[in-house]
């Protein structure tokens, strides 16, 4: 069965760095774009970054883009999100998931992917 389990999430202070883990299994990861999305309290679920299976190409939303980097290690069965230069704004609880395309930032939305992680909780706050 499809699983994806993220970690990494915590307390940061403004200005600081994370870096996330999504743990895949259940399915070759190689065959298959990876994505992040992000909820925060009372609003919407919102993409923030995915990576391509075939050339490892990534695209970012606008919010994020500069700060964060995404990547993969397709012998790990890892997907990895790191995040600089945070800011209260970046607060939110971080999901991996599966099973959509990744050819552009437009592509960043959560209805397009089927399988998701638990999530893990990022707060930025001094």
């Known amino acids: 069965q499809v699983q994806l389990v993220e970690s990494g999430g915590e307390l940061v202070q403004p200005g600081g760095s994370l870096r996330l883990s999504c743990v895949v299994s259940?399915?070759?990861?190689?065959?298959?774009?990876i994505g992040w999305f992000r909820q925060a309290p009372g609003k919407e679920r919102e993409g923030v970054s995915c990576?391509?299976?075939?050339?490892?190409?990534?695209q970012y939303a606008d919010s994020v883009k500069g700060r964060f980097t995404i990547s993969r290690d397709n012998a790990k069965n890892t997907v990895y999100l790191q995040m600089n230069s945070l800011s209260p704004e970046d607060t939110a609880v971080y999901y991996c998931?599966?099973?959509?395309?990744?050819?552009?930032?437009?592509?960043?939305?959560?209805?397009?992917?089927?399988?998701w992680g638990q999530g893990t909780q990022v707060t930025v706050s001094s």
């Open positions: 998931a599966v099973g959509g395309i990744c050819r552009s930032r437009y592509d960043l939305y959560p209805a397009g992917y089927s399988y």
């Open positions: 259940g399915f070759n990861m190689d065959n298959y774009p």
């Open positions: 990576i391509s299976s075939i050339d490892d190409s990534a």
